[in-house]
Structures are given as structure tokens and as C-alpha cells.
T-cell receptor, first 113, second 116 residues
Framework: GESVGLHLPTLSVQEGDNSIINCAYS??????FIWYKQESGKGPQFIID?????DKRQGQRVTVLLNKTVKHLSLQIAATQPGDSAVYFC????????????FGTGTQLKVEL | EAGVAQSPRYKIIEKRQSVAFWCNPI?????LYWYQQILGQGPKLLIQ????????DSQLPKDRFSAERLKGVDSTLKIQPAKLEDSAVYLC??????????????FGPGTRLTVL
């Protein structure tokens, strides 16, 4: 079965609040973890990635945290905006996997005005 | 820059019929991927090309699915014959690693296939 999964299928947040999307993984042999965003009717869009030897990485309004002890990954979105409404997927790449990504099932983020 | 182009955007066929999807990656992107995304699930890699060579096709149902990238640019994915369970969105993506994350893949809008 899938080695990457998400805790919650739907997350609702108020505009301006911070969002936290969680992801659990089971394969310790992954060297990259990646977050993608998919808006309705569109293909996934890369957000940010983190190497397995890192704990934290920041981008524009987003932060990814990696806890290898409990095999947990999270995406934090600061000051959530209506345009952030989408399905968010975490993905992993196995070490030596030739850039093959394994995607989880996704979390629907809904931003309420 | 232009994104990944795919056609058609929608296709409805009956089971046992054949169907083909076309993808034009971003210019200069050597790596091309085909994914299958079933409703409510994440994309699943079917096949990965590096230029016109296959890097990974371990999850491609080779008894009915085929793909080619003859000149290392455009690619086609074919299903023959289609089954009901092939109903999904077929996504094409491309990537080019120089100067950016090797994990950054650029996806097209996908082709939504419905098999009746």
C-alpha cells in the first residue's frame, strides 16, 4: 500500500490564520519529501521540498518541518489566503529512486472568509 | 514560459475501445512523466522518460498501456483496450534540474478519461 498518508482529509481555516497540514510516512529510505498543491481542474504545482538530512525549510509564506523520529512531515502556511484553497499532497522520493515520486492521498484546504 | 501542454482535455470512451493522449513538455525539459490520478487519490507514476529512453515503467500495466517519446520531446500514452477502472485523470509532467530543485516537476492540466 501507500507509504505516504495524510492525517486529515479536509482542513478548514479562517482567512489570515495559519494552516498546518500534516503527513505521515513509513519508508525510512526516502531522501526527499515534497509538497505539491493542486487546484481544481489543474495539475499539481510544486510548493517546497526538504531533504531527509534537514529538519526545517522555509519558503515564501510556507515552512516545512520534518520529524524523522516519528516519521512525520508538516506544511505550515502563514496568513492563509483564499488562493491557498486547494488539495495539498505530500510526496516522497526513495534514495536512489531516480526522481520517482510517491504521492499521498491529499488534504483539502478550505479557506473561509 | 509556456507550460506543459496536454490534449485532449476530456475523453469519453466505451470499455474495450482504444484511446491516446498527447503531451508536449516545457521546451528543454529532458525528463517527462506520465501519471494516473484516480478521483480522490494522489497521482501515481506510470512511466518516466529521460530524453527518449525509459527510466521507470514499473507501474505501467504493459498488457494494455503503452507510451513513447520517439524524438525526446512530445510523448503519447495509449490504452488498448480500456477498462472501467482506467477512468482517471492522466497527467503529464516534465522537469529540468539545472538551477532548481530536482524534485520540481511541472504538470500539465491533465486529460480526464471516462470509460463507460
Amino acid at each position: 500500500g501507500e507509504s505516504v498518508g495524510l492525517h486529515l482529509p479536509t482542513l478548514s481555516v479562517q482567512e489570515g490564520d495559519n494552516s498546518i497540514i500534516n503527513c505521515a510516512y513509513s519508508n525510512s529510505a526516502s531522501d526527499y519529501f515534497i509538497w505539491y498543491k493542486q487546484e481544481s481542474g489543474k495539475g499539481p504545482q510544486f510548493i517546497i521540498d526538504i531533504r531527509s538530512n534537514m529538519d526545517k525549510r522555509q519558503g515564501q509564506r510556507v515552512t516545512v518541518l520534518l520529524n524523522k523520529t516519528v516519521k512525520h512531515l508538516s506544511l505550515q502556511i502563514a496568513a492563509t489566503q483564499p488562493g491557498d484553497s486547494a488539495v495539498y499532497f505530500c510526496a516522497e522520493k526513495l534514495t536512489g529512486g531516480g526522481n520517482k515520486l510517491t504521492f499521498g492521498t491529499g488534504t483539502q484546504l478550505k479557506v473561509e472568509l | 514560459e509556456a507550460g506543459v501542454a496536454q490534449s485532449p482535455r476530456y475523453k469519453i470512451i466505451e470499455k474495450r475501445q482504444s484511446v491516446a493522449f498527447w503531451c508536449n513538455p516545457i521546451s528543454g525539459h529532458a525528463t517527462l512523466y506520465w501519471y494516473q490520478q484516480i478521483l480522490g487519490q494522489g497521482p501515481k507514476l506510470l512511466i518516466q522518460f529521460q530524453n527518449n529512453g525509459v527510466v521507470d515503467d514499473s507501474q505501467l500495466p504493459k498488457d494494455r498501456f503503452s507510451a513513447e517519446r520517439l524524438k525526446g520531446v512530445d510523448s503519447t500514452l495509449k490504452i488498448q483496450p480500456a477498462k472501467l477502472e482506467d477512468s482517471a485523470v492522466y497527467l503529464c509532467a516534465s522537469s529540468f534540474y539545472r538551477g532548481q530543485s530536482p524534485m520540481k516537476q511541472f504538470f500539465g492540466p491533465g486529460t480526464r478519461l471516462t470509460v463507460l
